[in-house]
């Protein structure tokens, strides 16, 4: 199957660490990616971890992949109001023609 | 800039009236795919062309709806007989397929349908 699933919603404090999870039933991704859509806006590529990787740092983004439990987050490191949105993983499972993504955590940051 | 460009980005329509959206990807990529989004949903996949050629349809993508991209540049997806269930934000996306393609797509900022 193609299910990729996301727990809907996350809060955290401003300043504090974010880790949004995901977890899919598909190992066949050659890239494993997560989106960022902000309201009234279109997806916005965050970053993307290639299935042979472990992890993924990219400035304030930590992606980890765990292969053998097909699990994969998404880590932001002193989260920012800026940061608020829904936040999608997704995979291309049986190639690159199309994405699947899941249903997205929504993540609040309050002061 | 020249993203991926979407219209109309609202449209409000009566059950059993048909609809066209129009999609403008980025000029350089040969890949364009239609999403549809539903309120607390992820994107679903509906179809996609590579070029010209339709290469997958999403069993999603019943027959009163089809897309079009005759030229390979930009597309048309039209919505026949609408019904309420079609209420949805129609999203396009494009992608370019290099040597070291990550795939990659860039989304358009969707069309929004509201069926009455």
């Known amino acids: 199957g193609e299910d990729v699933e996301q727990s809907l919603f996350l809060s955290v404090r401003e300043g504090d660490s974010s880790v949004i999870n995901c977890t899919y039933t598909?190992?066949?991704?050659?890239?494993l990616y997560w989106y960022k859509q902000e309201p009234g806006a279109g997806l916005q590529l965050l970053t993307y971890i290639f299935s042979n990787m472990d992890m993924k740092q990219d400035q304030r983004l930590t992606v980890l992949l765990n292969k053998k439990d097909k699990h994969l987050s998404l880590r932001i490191a002193d989260t920012q109001t800026g940061d608020s949105a829904i936040y999608f993983c997704?995979?291309?499972?049986?190639?690159?023609?199309?994405?699947?993504f899941g249903a997205g955590t929504r993540l609040a940051v309050h002061p | 800039d020249t993203g991926v460009s979407q219209n109309p980005r609202h449209k409000i329509t009566k059950r059993g009236q048909n609809v066209t959206f129009r999609c403008d990807p980025i000029s350089e990529h040969n890949r364009l795919y239609w999403y549809r989004q539903t309120l607390g949903q992820g994107p679903e996949f509906l179809t996609y062309f590579q070029n010209e050629a339709q290469l997958e349809k999403s069993r999603l993508l019943s027959d009163r709806f089809s897309a079009e991209r005759p030229k390979g540049s930009f597309s048309t997806l039209e919505i026949q007989r609408t019904e309420q269930g079609d209420s949805a934000m129609y999203l396009c996306?494009?992608?370019?397929?290099?040597?070291?393609?990550?795939?990659?797509?860039?989304f358009g900022e969707g069309s929004r349908l509201t069926v009455l």
């Open positions: 996306a494009s992608s370019s397929r290099g040597a070291v393609n990550t795939g990659e797509l860039f």
């Open positions: 598909d190992s066949s991704s050659t890239y």
């Open positions: 997704a995979g291309t499972p049986g190639g690159y023609n199309k994405l699947i």
